[in-house]
């Protein structure tokens, strides 16, 4: 029986916990450790048995480790971690600042190549399997548009930046699809629209005591990538109305490509997520890509990786020949 793929978690928020379910439900990994920031006794994983280390022992466990998945936050952590550990073992990351992902890759292609490691990054399902579909549609349709809506949903990358707007003391955001938009393009029309004809951004905040309100919105809808090119919402509310009626991490979108094979016949296609936990749909994804990384390097290619990189049979825990036999 072949060796299992040794998995190693950098942080153990909402992401973090998603990867301890997600590895607990393939067979041929396993999880070795979890690297936390905080200190190390404070941290629970779900298995007891599982060994909780503190960022500074990394250096040291490079031998230990296959696959290190790295689960902070885009803003800040990834940005300072990714590049540090890339240099050190292989990893996957779900990097989500879309405007921000050429420099995050070139910054840790350089580190992972100099060390003949493999860094796949922006794992997830946005950037990650709608990108992908975004691709095929272009591709099977170039006479055409595509079209990616969000939502209705709590985003956990632009929840986490509001969290880190000085005064704000807890948070959520939901990205919501206006509705007539969604609609026209369905019919097989090919609008033109401005970010803000086709979402709506509504923040939920809890102040920290003193904080001045007027400020915190107007850091929160002017933050560049996040929310200035949306209608945003801020709503301030209290901590006990942030923890009763806004725990559920629901998300999902879909990306439709609306395009003619011929002047007669308009082609739709859409691929969509209806998604209960979405920190646990992308940790899912994450694990699916550690395997896939895991491979790469094992065939000798090293840098940085996106998902357009990785042919699907790299993902499955099946072997080739099982895939044609059932999947084709």
Same mark, same amino acid.
């Given at each position: 029986? &072949?060796?299992?793929?040794?998995? #190693?978690?950098? #942080?153990?928020?909402?992401?973090?916990?998603?990867?301890?379910?997600? =590895?607990?439900? /393939? &067979?041929?990994?396993?999880?070795?450790? =979890?690297?936390?920031?905080?200190?190390?006794?404070?941290?629970?994983?779900?298995?007891?048995?599982? !060994?909780?280390?503190?960022?500074?022992?990394? *250096?040291?466990?490079?031998?230990?480790?296959?696959?290190?998945?790295?689960?902070?936050?885009?803003?800040?952590?990834?940005?300072?971690?990714? !590049?540090?550990?890339?240099?050190?073992?292989?990893?996957?990351?779900?990097?989500?600042?879309?405007?921000?992902?050429?420099?995050?890759?070139?910054?840790?292609?350089?580190?992972?190549?100099?060390?003949?490691?493999?860094?796949?990054?922006?794992?997830?399902?946005? !950037?990650?399997?709608? %990108?992908?579909?975004?691709?095929?549609?272009? &591709?099977?349709?170039?006479? @055409?548009?595509?079209?990616?809506?969000? #939502?209705?949903?709590? %985003?956990?990358?632009?929840?986490?930046?509001?969290?880190?707007?000085?005064?704000?003391?807890?948070?959520?955001?939901?990205?919501? !699809?206006?509705? &007539?938009?969604?609609?026209?393009?369905?019919? @097989?029309?090919?609008?033109?629209?401005? /970010?803000?004809?086709?979402?709506?951004?509504?923040?939920?905040?809890?102040?920290?005591?003193?904080?001045?309100?007027?400020?915190?919105?107007?850091?929160?809808?002017?933050? *560049?990538?996040?929310?200035?090119?949306?209608? /945003?919402?801020?709503?301030?509310?209290?901590?006990?109305?942030?923890?009763?009626?806004?725990?559920?991490?629901?998300?999902?979108?879909?990306? =439709?490509?609306?395009?003619? /094979?011929?002047?007669?016949?308009?082609?739709?296609?859409?691929? #969509?997520?209806?998604?209960?936990?979405?920190?646990?749909?992308?940790?899912?994804?994450?694990?699916?890509?550690?395997?896939?990384?895991?491979?790469?390097?094992?065939? @000798?290619?090293?840098?940085?990786?996106?998902?357009?990189?990785?042919?699907?049979?790299?993902?499955?825990?099946?072997?080739?020949?099982?895939?044609?036999?059932?999947?084709?």
């Amino acid at each position: 029986m &072949a060796e299992k793929i040794r998995i #190693g978690i950098v #942080g153990h928020g909402n992401l973090g916990r998603g990867v301890e379910r997600a =590895i607990g439900k /393939t &067979a041929d990994m396993r999880l070795v450790g =979890i690297y936390t920031r905080r200190p190390p006794e404070t941290l629970t994983p779900l298995d007891a048995e599982t !060994p909780v280390f503190g960022m500074a022992d990394l *250096p040291a466990h490079t031998d230990r480790i296959d696959v290190l998945i790295l689960c902070g936050g885009s803003k800040e952590d990834l940005p300072k971690q990714g !590049p540090e550990l890339a240099g050190l073992f292989n990893t996957v990351d779900s990097f989500d600042t879309h405007a921000r992902i050429p420099e995050y890759f070139a910054s840790m292609d350089a580190p992972a190549r100099a060390a003949q490691r493999t860094a796949l990054v922006s794992a997830g399902w946005d !950037p990650g399997m709608f %990108s992908i579909n975004r691709i095929l549609g272009e &591709a099977l349709l170039p006479d @055409g548009a595509t079209y990616t809506f969000w #939502g209705d949903g709590l %985003s956990q990358g632009h929840s986490d930046a509001v969290r880190r707007v000085p005064g704000v003391a807890g948070a959520v955001q939901y990205t919501r !699809p206006i509705k &007539a938009a969604v609609d026209r393009v369905r019919s @097989g029309e090919r609008p033109v629209f401005t /970010t803000r004809e086709q979402h709506l951004r509504e923040c939920y905040v809890v102040l920290e005591e003193g904080a001045d309100a007027d400020k915190v919105r107007e850091a929160i809808v002017t933050m *560049p990538h996040y929310f200035d090119a949306y209608d /945003t919402t801020v709503n301030f509310i209290t901590a006990e109305e942030l923890a009763r009626d806004h725990q559920a991490m629901v998300h999902g979108g879909f990306v =439709i490509r609306s395009g003619n /094979t011929s002047d007669e016949n308009t082609q739709v296609i859409e691929y #969509g997520l209806r998604l209960n936990s979405n920190p646990e749909f992308t940790s899912s994804v994450l694990v699916a890509y550690a395997r896939a990384t895991h491979r790469l390097n094992a065939m @000798g290619q090293h840098g940085a990786f996106t998902v357009f990189d990785v042919a699907p049979g790299l993902l499955s825990q099946k072997s080739p020949e099982q895939l044609r036999a059932e999947q084709l």
